[in-house]
């Protein structure tokens, strides 16, 4: 019943978005000539269009989205093991300043925090609800 209820949540936010989208007339609209000399200003814009000051790998080439999402989901990549072991502290909560504030991390989603001389574990398995919807 609840994940009935959160589909029928989301299909109702989804068409929501998608009545706001088409009702507002500025989305997808082309910019006004006000708007491409506020463009110009920006570094990032030269040559009639906006620049990555970074380069961003796009998907391109022969392969299309849902096959770069195919490959993705299901085939091996030997980049998803690192070649060397990855760097860890142990971390002694015992031997730690209580006037010091810190948060550790203590693997997947739990962390030991101190701040202003109180202790706090954060961890979803402590509670009755491990999860945003249960």
């Known amino acids: 019943m ?12 989804a068409a929501a978005g998608g009545v706001i989208a088409a009702l507002v007339p500025s989305m997808g609209r082309s910019p006004d000539t006000e708007q491409r000399h506020e463009f110009a200003k920006s570094p990032q814009y030269r040559d009639g269009k906006f620049h990555n000051e970074t380069p961003t790998p796009m998907v391109s080439g022969s392969k299309g989205r849902m096959a770069v999402m195919w490959d993705f989901l299901f085939k091996k990549s030997r980049l998803a093991k690192p070649d060397h072991a990855l760097p860890y502290v142990n971390t002694d909560l015992a031997s730690i300043d209580p006037d010091k504030d810190v948060i550790v991390w203590l693997g997947h989603s739990s962390w030991y925090v101190q701040l202003d001389g109180k202790r706090i574990l954060i961890d979803p398995v402590l509670s009755d609800h491990a999860a945003p919807f249960s």
């Open 2 to 13: 609840k994940i009935l209820i959160t589909c029928v949540v989301l299909m109702i936010l």
